[in-house]
């Protein structure tokens, strides 16, 4: 099961950059590249992928592609739930 301590990595990511300027960089690099992976990752963090509405900018993408780029967005929403959080502590 692919678990995220979110609160982890945003501290993680503090103490490693002084701005909010590769949050999009930091969250692709944790975008499993694999399909089994892909598919696991995003069977516990969105749910079936029998599900996903294939749209018309997915054209001409893989079903893996696609669903790395909902994981994405899934990942980038955790994220900053948990990086406002750490802000408004502060």
Do not use: C
């Not at 002084?18 to 694999?34: A, F, T």
């Amino acid at each position: 099961m692919t678990v995220i301590d979110w609160h982890a990595e945003v501290k993680e990511y503090k103490e490693n950059y002084d701005d909010d300027n590769r949050i999009h960089e930091y969250i692709d690099g944790l975008i499993p590249i694999y399909f089994g992976e892909i598919y696991t990752t995003y069977h516990d963090v969105i749910g079936t992928p029998l599900n996903i509405k294939i749209e018309s900018h997915h054209t001409g993408l893989e079903v893996g592609q696609i669903m790395q780029g909902l994981i994405f967005d899934e990942y980038m929403e955790q994220f900053m739930n948990a990086w406002n959080e750490a802000e408004e502590e502060e």
